[in-house]
């Protein structure tokens, strides 16, 4: 019997590669393994035994809509102080007495890695929203809003990774005949983001049919950014352009806003520019403070006021306020 058979098997084994060493302990691999998968699972989908048992199913880690929408200093606070401590379930527990900071951060960036897919903007640039300035960032929101006598209802749905649809309508309980205002589509995209920069860029289109007290179509083309430049600022703008079916080219609007965090509280200030192709140009101020209202901060409130600075008269100040629900991050009625 020839020995070159067995020779050549034992050359071949020889020289395979030896297998990867094991992550080392303190890596955030490591400790996913050693903390998360008996509930997430070794990949983060979920184990469905630890579904059957817990209140609430874990959380899919390997969703990137999920898994970067947040900020990773709302996950390094959920894995330190556990679920209860943001309203959600009581199954999450709290590590954070037990290891260090920066072994929690360590897991957390590799919980959030295990999404795979590049290009989605991160929860660091969804800044919070003003009156005025339509937000860069793309997501999942129902917002009422109140301005004097005329209320705004709105529904934002992300698609993929950088699409958002939005649709609107309006009605006017001013004692005028015809409450119903009009309805308003949009469409934006991302066109650009950098969590380095901590800043990102939009493009987006509303459409304005004739319905309601409209009597004509109207398109408005817009870009919108956001920045938060040295973390010590928020600054969010707007430019946008108009079309009237009848008239044209009906001018332009500038919109700029700045605010501080404040813990749960961002007092800002926007100012909004419009220069008609015909008529007299307005400037207005927007005095406002939006405040997280759940723990889990997917519902929040705002409340300031318009003051007209330039333009026609009567220049009447006017009441502002709103309240959202980012139905992306969870129910209704959990994060309290």
């Not at 098997?9 to 393994?33: E, K, M, N, R, V």
């Not at 998360?36 to 059957?52: I, L």
């Not at 589509?185 to 950098?194: M, R």
């Amino acid at each position: 019997m020839s020995i070159f058979p067995a020779v050549a098997l034992a050359f071949a084994i020889y020289t395979l590669p030896p297998p990867p060493p094991p992550p080392p302990p303190d890596s955030g691999a490591a400790l996913f393994q050693a903390w998360c998968k008996s509930c997430h699972g070794a990949d983060g989908r979920g184990v469905p035994s630890a579904a059957a048992r817990l209140e609430v199913p874990p959380a899919d880690l390997k969703d990137c809509k999920g898994s970067t929408a947040e900020t990773e200093d709302r996950w390094v606070g959920i894995v330190s102080r556990g679920g209860a401590a943001f309203g959600l379930s009581l199954d999450m527990p709290a590590f954070g007495d037990a290891v260090t900071p920066a072994q929690i951060r360590a897991v957390v960036r590799y919980a959030r890695s295990l999404c795979g897919e590049l290009g989605w903007p991160p929860g660091e640039l969804n800044f919070p929203r003003a009156f005025l300035v339509e937000k860069a960032y793309p997501e999942d929101e129902i917002v009422v809003t109140d301005q004097a006598r005329g209320q705004e209802y709105i529904y934002e749905h992300r698609l993929g990774k950088r699409f958002q649809l939005e649709a609107s309508a309006r009605t006017a309980l001013d004692g005028q005949p015809r409450a119903f205002d009009g309805v308003t589509g949009a469409l934006k995209y991302n066109v650009w983001h950098s969590l380095e920069r901590r800043a990102l860029v939009s493009l987006g289109l509303e459409a304005t049919p004739p319905l309601g007290r409209q009597d004509v179509w109207e398109l408005e083309p817009f870009v919108a950014f956001g920045a938060n430049p040295g973390r010590a600022l928020v600054v969010q703008g707007e430019v946008v352009g108009t079309w009237e079916e009848a008239g044209g080219f009906g001018g332009m609007s500038y919109r700029l806003g700045v605010g501080h965090e404040l813990g749960r509280f961002v007092p800002m200030l926007e100012a909004g520019w419009t220069v008609p192709a015909a008529g007299e140009h307005t400037l207005s101020f927007y005095p406002q403070v939006w405040v997280q209202l759940s723990r889990l901060g997917h519902v929040a409130g705002s409340l300031g006021a318009e003051l007209p600075a330039v333009g026609p008269e009567p220049r009447r100040p006017r009441l502002i306020a709103f309240v959202l629900w980012d139905f992306g991050d969870a129910p209704l009625f959990r994060g309290w």
